[in-house]
């Protein structure tokens, strides 16, 4: 009996009470093909054989499983009740319609290629999902699986409805992408979306093609969590999130309908507008955002006041990631907060190349000091009496090999904040004590001039300055008296503890201490009197009001207060520098108000060592050679009056 090799469409005969050609009997080689191979010389096994293939035509049948028999071309030779109920048809109606239409297997190109490829044998199985629409008008989600029916050149195809499972999926889903407090989107559906709309703008024509964000956090947040309980926090944040979903909804105009608002966490919030038409656009979303928090909060009777900061960034998509747009949404973000909160700030390119530069700066700095990327230049500090060179401040200066020569100003800052100042401090220290004995040794006949060297205050609290002071002095082998240190007004005059402790110690060692930029800071005359002092070096801010063009009247307050701290410095012992010295106007000025030396850049700008042991050395040989002069005229007075000696004749 071969009639197992006959397909699924041609007429067969079952030799049973069913008829011939029925649709039941033609499915029978085709649910499976080793259960027909029946010898045909018994005629026991033959009726065995066909009770077998009735069970397996019954069970088809009444299986729960939809399913469909699909002959090579792609067409529906049998069906069950189960598949004809999910279309809303009966299985006879089935029969000869294509099965890729019936369950939308061409909608895509890639699973329409796969199809093709299962009919044709050259892939083993097909599984995919489906959304089909029921001739009532409701739509259910499937499951569609096709796979070859064994020694057959059909396919069987399956299809389970999965609604209830893609409907606990999405509920799954929501609870998994929305804030459990707010209700709103989350930062992995932001991100998600965010991402989308990036890769959508490449491909679409239609839109802007630019995006925009506001970033938003809640400013003092965490005092109403601390002081009302986290139960009164929630509903702050849901009364927040209900007011920013409100402006989103009345500012959006894109192709979404709206703007998407998401809480990424804590107090923070994010309002994504795709398809932006500029800056202003979310400049003004900004402003009612800020206006709409603002606004008093009513809360279960508690009437609460916020505000909030937002950092704006729009730019065009091409180009930016999720990623980049992000971080300089945070960057300016943090300047809202630096620039006093309850406020917007929009993007600044320059501001935060400026940013990422103090940031490479930082990554650098400690390993600067390792490969001896420092050097010291000094500015003179000139009697203003004499107009000799008394002593000199070290500057230190970064030979940074991407930025070039940088200036204290853009660094020391930097230093300070993450704690490289110490290392710093103590290079710039031992190299200029060891530079003030170089001069020392090599112009022993004049007067030493002593160097100044800055400290910041942190050196004072995570260093041993006493220690290290008194190390490098010894090792240097410069005198006490030749170092002084230089803080600032506002570290000095807020010393207490140990920084005093310290500044005491070191000044009876012998260290001179100066309060630098005096009169910027606190001001407060009665520390004078209690720190260990020595030196007071004027702001440059004084010193600028002694320098007036011709034709114009100086101010004479400027005259006064000057006057009047050199006078009270004097009473208290200590001396007086004055900074940023330009003209000879204001040197002349400041010598008659009794100020003791000068810095700036009438005498010399900061330059380097060998620049300053010229000017010490020049100035031993005027000394030297005023001494000279000064010794031959009181010889002459000491002659007493008659002619004038002659020269000796030829022959002595």
């Not at 012998?510 to 407060?524: E, K, L």
């Not at 810095?599 to 040989?621: E, H, K, N, Y």
Request: with cysteine; hydrophobic share 40%; charged share 20%.
């Amino acid at each position: 009996m071969h009639g197992h090799s006959r397909t699924l469409r041609e007429p067969t005969v079952s030799g049973t009470s069913e008829g011939t050609g029925s649709a039941a009997d033609s499915i029978r080689s085709a649910i499976t093909e080793r259960h027909l191979a029946v010898p045909a010389a018994s005629a026991a096994p033959s009726r065995a054989g066909e009770s077998e293939r009735r069970d397996y035509r019954a069970a088809f049948n009444a299986a729960h499983l939809a399913m469909a028999v699909v002959d090579r071309d792609g067409y529906v030779v049998a069906a069950n009740e189960a598949f004809a109920g999910l279309l809303g048809s009966e299985p006879q109606a089935l029969v000869h319609q294509c099965a890729a239409d019936l369950v939308d297997l061409a909608a895509e190109a890639r699973t329409w290629a796969a199809y093709q490829e299962v009919l044709r044998g050259r892939q083993a199985r097909l599984r995919c999902t489906r959304r089909l629409k029921h001739p009532d008008g409701h739509s259910l989600w499937t499951e569609v699986t096709l796979g070859p029916v064994p020694g057959t050149g059909d396919v069987l195809l399956s299809v389970s409805d999965i609604s209830d499972r893609r409907d606990l999926q999405a509920r799954l889903r929501h609870l998994q992408m929305h804030d459990p407090v707010t209700r709103l989107p989350n930062r992995a559906l932001f991100f998600e979306r965010l991402s989308a709309a990036l890769e959508a703008s490449s491909y679409e024509h239609g839109g802007t093609g630019r995006i925009g964000l506001c970033y938003l956090d809640l400013d003092g947040f965490k005092a109403v969590n601390d002081t009302l309980g986290h139960r009164v926090g929630d509903r702050l944040l849901t009364a927040v999130a209900a007011r920013l979903t409100q402006c989103a909804d009345q500012s959006g105009y894109g192709r979404t309908g709206g703007h998407l608002v998401a809480r990424l966490g804590g107090d923070e919030f994010a309002l994504l507008v795709e398809d932006s038409t500029g800056t202003e656009q979310l400049a003004d979303l900004a402003r009612s955002v800020l206006a709409a928090v603002q606004e008093p909060f009513d809360l279960a009777g508690q009437r609460l006041s916020v505000s909030a900061s937002i950092g704006v960034v729009e730019r065009t998509t091409a180009g930016t990631s999720a990623t980049g747009l992000m971080q300089a949404a945070d960057t300016t973000l943090y300047w809202a907060k630096a620039d006093g909160k309850a406020r917007w700030t929009l993007f600044d390119p320059e501001r935060n190349a400026h940013r990422m530069t103090r940031q490479a700066l930082s990554s650098t700095l400690r390993p600067a000091v390792e490969r001896g990327e420092f050097e010291l230049e000094y500015q003179p500090l000139v009697d203003l009496e004499s107009g000799v060179v008394r002593g000199v401040e070290a500057l230190v200066r970064w030979n940074h090999p991407q930025f070039g020569t940088l200036t204290p100003n853009r660094f020391i800052g930097i230093a300070e904040e993450d704690g490289s100042i110490v290392q710093l401090g103590q290079w710039v220290l031992r190299t200029a004590c060891r530079q003030a004995r170089r001069w020392q040794i090599e112009q022993p006949s004049d007067a030493p001039v002593f160097v100044s060297v800055n400290v910041a205050v942190r050196q004072v609290w995570d260093s041993d300055l006493v220690g290290d002071v008194a190390e490098i002095l010894a090792e240097t082998g410069l005198a006490p008296q030749l170092l002084q240190l230089e803080l600032t007004e506002s570290a000095v005059m807020g010393s207490a503890g140990r920084p005093l402790q310290a500044l005491q110690a070191l000044s009876d060692m012998g260290v001179r201490i100066a309060i630098d930029d005096f009169g910027t800071g606190y001001s407060n005359l009665a520390y004078l009197s209690r720190l260990p002092v020595s030196v007071l070096k004027l702001d440059g801010s004084f010193v600028r009001g002694f320098r007036y063009e011709e034709g114009t009247h100086p101010n004479p307050a400027d005259e006064t207060i000057v006057e009047a701290l050199v006078q009270l410095a004097h009473r208290l012992g200590l001396t007086v520098t004055a900074e940023c010295v330009e003209t000879a106007g204001q040197a002349a000025r400041l010598r008659g108000v009794g100020c003791d030396t000068g810095q700036g850049w009438l005498f010399s700008r900061a330059v380097a060592p060998d620049v300053i042991a010229g000017m010490i050395g020049r100035q031993t040989a005027a000394s030297e050679a005023s001494a000279a002069s000064a010794a031959v005229s009181e010889a002459a007075a000491a002659q007493p009056d008659g002619p004038a000696p002659q020269p000796p004749g030829p022959g002595l």
